[in-house]
């Protein structure tokens, strides 16, 4: 099994549905992160959780919300899905050690809004 | 804030030949410094890192880069490409603050046979 799982792989979904992706790890890292991939733009951070307590926004939370559920999960939502949310979105996690060792990536979850 | 620039959006280049991908970085503190690849389909897979030991440093495949202070760059070289090296590679700074670390746009790169 994968260190970090992201389900669904791919979703096509209609503008103004609520969506949820989902994220697990294996990994035993306290730290979670969500981006969000689109071309020529690299990935950029959309929320991180330091732990099960504490969530914070990235520079792109506008039209997202998160939830860690536990430890290992850490799920992303689209309230009202919108066309330009149309995205490749990785969950990632590390540990305190994450400046010298990087993070995990999960596979991804290319979202389509139509 | 630190940021990152990869100055070249697409490389091409034949099998066997060398792979040169240029990152340059700007930080306000000493940077961590990384690269991932992405082949199609998958997820970001660590390629190497810097952390303030060598300043060259040997990641996997037979990648490695050189950390230059003086003209803050990071570029990522491999003596001879394989048609397995085309993918999409991200250059990461990070200044050691765990919830900032920023990605370059990607260079994407090609190998012809």
């Known amino acids: 099994d994968a260190d970090v799982t992201q389900t669904p792989r791919n979703r096509i979904t209609k503008t103004g549905k609520r969506i949820m992706l989902e994220c697990s790890q294996t990994?035993?890292?306290?730290?979670m992160y969500w981006y969000r991939q689109d071309p020529g733009l690299g990935l950029r951070l959309i929320y991180y959780?330091?732990?099960?307590?504490?969530?914070n926004k990235g520079e792109i939370s506008d039209g997202y919300s998160v939830s860690r559920q536990a430890q290992a999960k850490f799920s992303l939502s689209l309230e009202s899905a919108i066309p330009n949310q149309t995205a490749l979105y990785f969950c990632?996690?590390?540990?305190?050690?994450?400046?010298?060792?990087?993070?995990?990536f999960g596979s991804g979850t290319r979202l389509t809004v139509v | 804030a630190q940021s990152v620039t990869q100055l070249d959006s697409h490389v091409s280049v034949s099998e066997g030949t060398p792979v040169l991908l240029r990152c340059n970085y700007s930080?306000?503190?000493?940077?961590?410094l990384f690269w991932y690849v992405q082949h199609p389909n998958k997820g970001l897979q660590l390629l190497l890192k810097?952390?303030?030991?060598?300043?060259l440093v040997k990641g996997i495949n037979g990648f490695e880069a050189e950390f230059k202070k003086s003209e803050t760059s990071f570029h990522l070289t491999k003596p001879s490409a394989h048609m397995s090296d085309a993918a999409e590679y991200f250059c990461?700074?990070?200044?050691?603050?765990?919830?900032?670390?920023?990605f370059g746009a990607g260079t994407r790169l090609t190998v012809k046979p």
């Open positions: 990632a996690t590390s540990d305190l050690a994450a400046p010298y060792y990087g993070y995990t």
């Open positions: 990994k035993g890292h306290d730290r």
């Open positions: 959780s330091f732990d099960v307590k504490d969530i």
């Open positions: 930080s306000s503190y000493s940077p961590s």
């Open positions: 810097y952390t303030s030991a060598a300043t």
């Open positions: 990461v700074v990070s200044d050691g603050n765990n919830n900032d670390m920023r």
